[in-house]
Each structure stands twice: as C-alpha cells, then as structure tokens.
C-alpha cells in the first residue's frame, strides 16, 4: 500500500523524490474493520489521514440524532481541523464505513517532513481548499436547495456514494428523512 501512496504523491511534479521518501517515512499505513471509530466526539484529533482504499463518515450526534457531515472516500484527505490544530476535543466523530485502509501522521511526524520538505507547504495548499470549499458547497446547498435538488447534487458529483453508502445515512447527509429520501428516489426513477 505504500507503493499506492507513493505513486499518488508522484503526481505532483514539485514533489522532489527525497521528499517523497521522507513522507513515506514519516507516515503510517493503517487498516481499519468496517465500524471501527477513529475519533470519537470530545477526543482530541492526534491523526491526520489519506484514503487509500474504504469510505469514512464523519457526523454529529446532537438533539437524540445523528447528522452526516461528509464522507471520505479514495484519495481524500480526513481531519477535525479544529480538534488537531487547536488540540481541543473535537465536535465530530469518525467512523468507516467500509474496511479501510488509510496513511496517518501525527503533529509531530508532519514537523519532521516539513522540516525535511520544503514543498510540503503546497501540497497542503492543495488539499486544504479542496476540502474547504466542498465543505462550503455542502453547507450553502443544506440552506439554499431543495432536497430533490440536493439528491440530484449528489447524483452529479458523487454517484458512487449511492452504492457504497446506506441510504438512511445518505438521507442525513443531505438533511432529510430516508422516507424523504425513498420518495425522492422513486420520483427520480420514474423520470
């Protein structure tokens, strides 16, 4: 699996080889059984993750509910912000869907590689407004569409979602009911 990671990280040409290497080395390869947690709300976030292979979930459970944040699949990078960069307990918690294998760093291994790589800086500058603005995007469709219309969103953007993911957990993230949710899908069939 490092080979994997390693042949994403080749990807970007600013990358020097050496630095390449110190990312591997200062980085773990985890598996994970599918329901394992790796951060549960009001634990501090020490990790920092890459999806190399599953799905994870993050979510909120609040008012007896819980609600989908987002959901992390192949190539995309997991972290509670806040919670690791501030060392505060974190709001969210998250779990895997799937079996899923992940890269992981601490705080401290990732001052090693930025010690070691200078261009680390702009790999992070990469994966940090991707994130953000997908987590932007998320946020101002919940306010300013329609669930049919957040349905069809996520039919656009991330239709593999929809064969990996149950569909009442699907239903929390765009912020409906699954009985919501199978009416809309059965309108969307019939069309």
Do not use: W
């Not at 020097?16 to 290497?21: G, L, S, T, V, Y």
């Not at 890269?103 to 500058?125: A, D, F, M, R």
């Amino acid at each position: 699996m490092k080979k994997l990671f390693q042949q994403y990280l080749s990807e970007f040409a600013f990358l020097k080889p050496e630095e390449i290497n110190s990312i591997l080395e200062n980085t773990s390869i985890e598996t994970f059984k599918k329901g394992s947690v790796l951060l549960r709300e009001g634990e501090i976030a020490r990790k920092c993750y890459f999806v190399l292979s599953g799905c994870i979930r993050q979510y909120k459970y609040a008012n007896e509910k819980e609600t989908t944040i987002e959901f992390y699949t192949e190539r995309e990078t997991i972290l509670s912000y806040t919670s690791y960069m501030n060392s505060i307990p974190s709001e969210y918690y998250l779990s895997c869907l799937e079996d899923s294998t992940l890269v992981s760093g601490t705080k401290e291994q990732e001052e090693i590689i930025q010690k070691q790589c200078p261009n680390l800086k702009s790999l992070s500058n990469i994966f940090i407004p991707v994130d953000y603005s997908r987590t932007e995007k998320h946020l101002s469709s919940i306010v300013n569409s329609t669930p049919e219309e957040r349905y069809k969103s996520l039919l656009d953007t991330r239709p593999e979602l929809l064969n990996r993911v149950p569909l009442n957990l699907i239903a929390t993230y765009i912020g409906i009911t699954p009985e919501s949710l199978s009416r809309i899908r059965k309108r969307f069939l019939k069309n």
